[in-house]
DNA sequence: CTTGCGATTTAGAACCATTACAACTTGATT
DNA sequence: AATCAAGTTGTAATGGTTCTAAATCGCAAG
């Protein structure tokens, strides 16, 4: 479970698509965002990675991590100051921030109720993201 | 126009229900973000004020927004890494940020649109608030 | 193969927004 | 006037991130 890309080709080729090289270190890091859909700041994907390549430095977590994020299969979410976190998952969705314990969920945003939040913008504005962050408890069976 | 409170009566009560006292700093701050509705720093509170207040410091700054978002006349909204910006506008609204220039907008938020954003949210997830944040360029007449 | 060379990694310093701290001031209450 | 808590101030500390300069890597040309 580790060490393994799911996909290490679509990587690559995700990577090369934006001119940047496949390394190790940049397999390791995507590996660590995939495998466990929570939203990791960089230190704690730094925590999960070094068991991989021991000698990773924090920097290059945060180069990895950049370069994921500029070639698109990774978000940058920042809802509160305080550390950067990271999600891996593609598909449209909002977050949910559970103040009380720090965990964020993703949340399935149907099209159709994106489109009805696009749909607010007055003329003139022209939307290349939405960004929707709910805030609260998480209660009982979920 | 610059150093007058809109309203330095509702800002001392608002205080006090929060059990804060008025303050000649308070105010300033306060009347700093009502007079531009634009979504100011601390640091660009900080330089608004100083004419007002010259001896204010930047840690009063931030003690004041503190005790503003405190008593629910101010948001600290964060939508990036970097500095929280402050907004004193109480009506429901979305943010649209225009990468270009760096300028937020606050975008009307009807509440059936409102409605119906929280009604993506699954059991179990219990919302208090929710930001909405569109990133983009904004173009010709607005 | 070797060598050349830009991309990447690394450790550590620098940076910057924010918070913590301790001394001082203010102003309401006795 | 003396007391006392709340607020202000300058400055130090903190913490996440970025910068820098020196190693290292890995493909590509010779
Ligand atoms: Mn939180
Ligand atoms: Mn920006
Ligand atoms: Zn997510
Ligand atoms: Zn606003």
């Avoid at 995700?14 to 990791?40: C, F, I, M, W």
Wanted: charged share 20%; glycine share 4%.
């Amino acid at each position: 479970m580790s060490s393994s890309v799911i996909n290490p080709e679509s990587l690559a080729q995700k990577l090369a698509d934006s001119g940047l090289r496949n390394t190790p270190q940049r397999e390791v890091v995507y590996s660590a965002l995939l495998t466990k859909r929570d939203h990791p700041t960089a230190d704690e994907v730094y925590a999960r990675v070094r068991s991989d390549i021991s000698s990773i430095s924090l920097a290059t977590v945060y180069n990895c991590l950049e370069a994921l994020v500029q070639c698109h299969l990774v978000r940058a979410v920042n809802f509160e100051r305080g550390p950067t976190r990271y999600c891996p998952n593609l598909a449209p969705h909002a977050h949910f921030h559970d103040e009380a314990t720090g965990a964020t969920f993703d949340i399935d945003l149907p099209s159709e109720i994106l489109s009805k939040v696009t749909s607010i913008l007055p003329p003139g504005y022209d939307a290349e993201a939405v960004d929707i962050i709910f805030r609260g408890k998480t209660t009982g069976t979920r």
